[in-house]
């Protein structure tokens, strides 16, 4: 399930994208329910059996999960962020959970180490955080990530916790390492891909932080401009094809930096650093018969992009042009009766199509769900630091 | 492995459990400290516990050996996601200077199971990049595999512009597109690749140079399928940087009237595109109007683009508030 936008796997057969139809998820637990016909699906959002698999998840995550392990984080933020849209907030211990999320944290031993070319951000897992060498006090092996940096803010923002507490100068000084000079990002010091994933990652860490020195923003909105698409949506990297994730990172994080404002349709579009009507077609394009909202020109519509492209349409100002009736029936087919979603109709649901159905039926403005901040992907009262 | 089994070869036997083969006595295998209340604890099954603690304990001791390179390929084939394990495995690599040729080869049999994670795709590029222009023809024969099996496969598509960029091959970059529309005109990934061939291609002249023929190629197609949008979106991608010719030549004009004109297709596209051209200043003449009006089953109305979207507000009713949004930003110029 290397889904998330954060860790942004979009694009594995058990998660984002999509390709083949029905490719089977990562919880591939057989129930002998897959065998009889499939009932209709609710006419609502069944907010109950969410809360039942949310909360298993948070006690035990199914060994299916292993393969995600280096995400962890990833996960916890799914789970625990998918809790607070619910209301349930009281369903998890705030101390044990920030305490938790805090422990991952790469700390520098001193000032001099920040010129060292690392990143002190936070590790994705336990798997590959060893404690801090006892004779020589320095961090071996430092593979803190931006894409779980993002998730541990994240968490610890929905949490309530209170963010000026933790050293985030080591984290914004030594994040600009991760910046190339064209001005993307990579998601770790010892090499990665670099993408618009991570420069969301890293604009969404500064805004959440309120705090700017961790990147160049004039470098990143060209990069940004640059992955902009001939068909007006983004892609994520230079000549790639247009991508709902991809776009959603690009308008999200121009807006997070402030390079575009509210409804940038109604403003005058010659003003703007993208194209906002091509864009908007773009958008309004990939909802298809069904209802449901596709990644791609052509491909077949999934769950996740109802949030994607759902939130790139709320922060320009043309969400209320979506036929909502048919993208709300879309999403209750991918309603799952053991509660979350799927990608597909009918199918098992995982963690990240459930968060990301979570945040499209918040944007649909379902009555049992809190309200949602787009650019951060996250519930509004956490943005807002409330 | 089956030889190894029959001759009790506990060395090396694969399907042993490390800690019973003998090749590994000598590791102190390193559990994962989960520390007091972890949150979202996973049921790791004991053979993904047991090779996580192995690897932990070689990449603790930076272990750079064959069996260290062994173990990070048992490891992967568990978890492929796993960044560190690729990163250290990179480092065994390099210190073992290692037939990149070979790693080639592993990453693709990892690539069987499972293609779609960055990790794999960052690692070949690592490989690619240190074997150079040489190994050009392989990346896209590697990328022409996986897009066989996934036509729209979006880490080949990026992995194969790299190794265009990087490696060379454009040459027969636009028959492949081509072989690739045969099979699927539906293929928006191939049409994207065209549009970055004609626009990155060192040999091509850049769309300029291009357009007639690219024209030329999407309108054939264009009228095989008139619910492609992947066609009409290329079309227009051909005119990008020149409003003034999109509007004037006759070819973009006349692909719409004559999918307008047939009733056996789905009319939005054309229809939004003619919208687009009568937004961006075209003229109508006597031959838009009719094509339309004859679209009409309501009060034609006068303003041809307002026409134009009560139409697609009946034909594309998904985008119905869309089209109802369109009508009320005409300007007067459209009129």
């Known amino acids: 399930m290397s889904e998330t936008a954060v860790s942004i796997d979009w694009d594995r057969a058990n998660s984002e994208d999509e390709e083949e139809n029905y490719d089977d998820d990562e919880e591939d637990y057989s129930s002998p329910a897959q065998s009889s016909p499939r009932p209709p699906p609710s006419a609502n959002f069944e907010k109950d059996r969410h809360l039942v698999y949310l909360e298993m998840m948070y006690e035990l995550l199914p060994y299916h999960y292993q393969s995600q392990e280096i995400n962890r984080l990833t996960l916890a933020h799914f789970i625990i962020s998918g809790l607070h849209f619910l209301g349930a907030r009281d369903r998890i211990d705030k101390d044990v959970v920030a305490k938790w999320v805090l422990s991952f944290q790469a700390l520098p031993s001193n000032r001099v180490s920040l010129k060292d070319g690392e990143f002190y951000g936070f590790f994705g897992s336990r798997s590959s955080q060893f404690p801090k060498d006892e004779n020589e006090d320095f961090l071996t092996h430092n593979s803190s990530h931006l894409a779980s940096t993002y998730c541990a803010l994240a968490i610890l923002k929905v949490t309530g916790h209170d963010l000026s507490t933790i050293d985030s100068d080591s984290l914004l000084l030594s994040m600009k390492n991760l910046q190339q000079d064209d001005g993307s990002f990579m998601p770790i010091h010892i090499g990665g891909e670099t993408d618009l994933r991570f420069v969301y990652c890293a604009a969404a860490v500064c805004y959440m932080l309120d705090n700017w020195s961790g990147m160049d923003k004039e470098k990143a909105k060209n990069y940004i401009l640059n992955c902009q698409s001939y068909d007006g949506g983004f892609g994520l990297i230079p000549g790639s094809e247009s991508h709902g994730g991809a776009t959603y990172c690009a308008v999200a994080s121009l807006r997070l930096m402030g390079f575009i404002g509210v409804d940038l349709l109604s403003s005058d579009s010659s003003s703007s650093v993208i194209d906002p009507s091509l864009l908007l077609n773009w958008c309004l394009q990939r909802q298809a018969n069904d209802g449901g909202f596709q990644g791609r020109t052509n491909k077949p519509s999934d769950t996740c992009y109802a949030f994607w492209i759902g939130a790139v349409l709320r922060l320009i100002g043309g969400d209320a042009l979506i036929d909502k009736i048919a993208l709300r029936n879309f999403l209750l087919k991918c309603q799952s009766k053991y509660g979350g979603f799927s990608k597909f109709p009918g199918q098992l649901p995982d963690l990240y199509h459930s968060y990301y159905g979570y945040t499209a039926f918040s944007l649909l403005e379902e009555p049992s769900l809190s309200p949602l901040c787009p650019e951060l992907g996250l519930p509004l009262f956490a943005a807002s630091g409330i | ?335």
Not at chain 2, 31 to 43: E, H, L, R
Not at chain 2, 199 to 222: C, H, L, N
Not at chain 2, 236 to 251: F, G, H, T, V
């Open chain 2, 1 to 335: 492995r089956t030889l190894d089994r029959e001759l009790g070869n506990m060395d090396t036997d694969e399907t042993l459990p490390l800690s019973q083969r003998s090749e590994w006595s000598d590791v102190v295998p390193l559990t994962q400290d989960d520390g007091p209340n972890p949150v979202v604890p996973i049921a790791y099954k004991d053979e993904f516990r047991e090779t996580m603690d192995y690897f932990r304990a070689i990449y603790s001791s930076d272990e750079r050996s064959p069996r260290a390179l062994r173990l990070t390929e048992e490891t992967l084939r568990l978890n492929s996601g796993n960044y560190t394990v690729w990163h250290f495995r990179r480092l065994v690599l390099e210190a073992l200077n290692h037939d990149l040729y070979q790693e080639l080869e592993f990453i693709e049999s990892i690539a069987e199971d499972n293609s779609k994670n960055y990790q794999l795709w960052h690692h070949r590029r690592w490989v690619a990049e240190k074997l150079g222009p040489d190994v050009a023809g392989r990346e896209l024969e590697f990328t022409r595999r996986v897009l066989s099996l996934d036509a729209k496969h979006y880490h080949a598509w990026s992995h194969r512009q790299w190794a265009l960029r990087a490696l060379g091959g454009w040459e027969d970059e636009l028959d492949y597109c081509h072989e690739l529309l045969e099979a699927d005109v539906f293929n928006n990934s191939a049409w994207n690749q065209r549009y970055y061939v004609i626009t990155r291609s060192p040999s091509s002249g850049g769309v300029e140079a291009m357009r007639e023929s690219e024209v030329s190629y999407t309108i054939k197609a264009i009228l095989t399928n008139p619910a492609n949008e992947s066609s009409w979106l290329y079309l227009k991608a051909l005119y990008k940087d020149n409003k003034e010719l999109w509007i004037s030549d006759p070819s973009v004009s006349s692909v719409c009237l004559n999918v307008l004109s047939r009733t056996d297709c789905f009319h939005g596209f054309a229809l939004s595109t003619l919208l687009d051209l009568l937004c961006e200043g075209l003229s109508p003449t006597n031959e838009h109007i009719d094509s339309v009006r004859a679209l009409a089953t309501e009060e034609p109305d006068t303003n041809l683009a307002n026409l134009v979207c009560t139409i697609l507000g009946r034909v594309d009713p998904i985008r119905a508030n869309y089209w109802a949004w369109r009508k009320s930003k005409i300007t007067v110029a459209a009129m």
